[in-house]
Nanobody
Framework: QVRLVESGGGLVQAGGSLRLSCAASGGTFSSYTMGWFRQAPGKEREFVAAIRRNSGSTYYADSVKGRFTISRDNAKNTVYLQMNSLKPEDTAAYYC?????????????????WGQGTQLTVSS
């Protein structure tokens, strides 16, 4: 069983930056593809970014491409989401997720483990 704990959320002004962290425990972190998703009130959970376990290849939603960067440190069992040029529409609860294999890394239901989420609020 993998436990994921997100941190780093908060309130930031538009145009600002913030880095989210997700610490994993209870499993072999390097064997999981890691993803970040977000969910705004009244909306479905949506894909933000993912990083593969082996190649470290990264994938982004069009809405965050060029502004957000996902990275991982397998030695620290941690995945990060660096968020720059933040916009009010980025306001959401951000969730970290781990995926063993199979399915699509863009699809929330294909992830096996989830964190509890951390709130990001971007003020205009």
């Amino acid at each position: 069983q993998v436990r994921l704990v997100e941190s780093g959320g908060g309130l930031v002004q538009a145009g600002g930056s913030l880095r989210l962290s997700c610490a994993a425990s209870g499993g072999t972190f390097s064997s999981y593809t890691m993803g970040w998703f977000r969910q705004a009130p009244g909306k479905e959970r949506e894909f933000v970014a993912a990083i593969r376990r082996n190649s470290g290849s990264t994938y982004y939603a069009d809405s965050v491409k060029g502004r957000f960067t996902i990275s991982r440190d397998n030695a620290k069992n941690t995945v990060y989401l660096q968020m720059n040029s933040l916009k009010p529409e980025d306001t959401a609860a951000y969730y970290c997720a781990a995926r063993a294999y199979g399915g699509s890394l863009y699809t929330a239901s294909d992830y096996d483990y989830w964190g509890q989420g951390t709130q990001l609020t971007v003020s205009s």
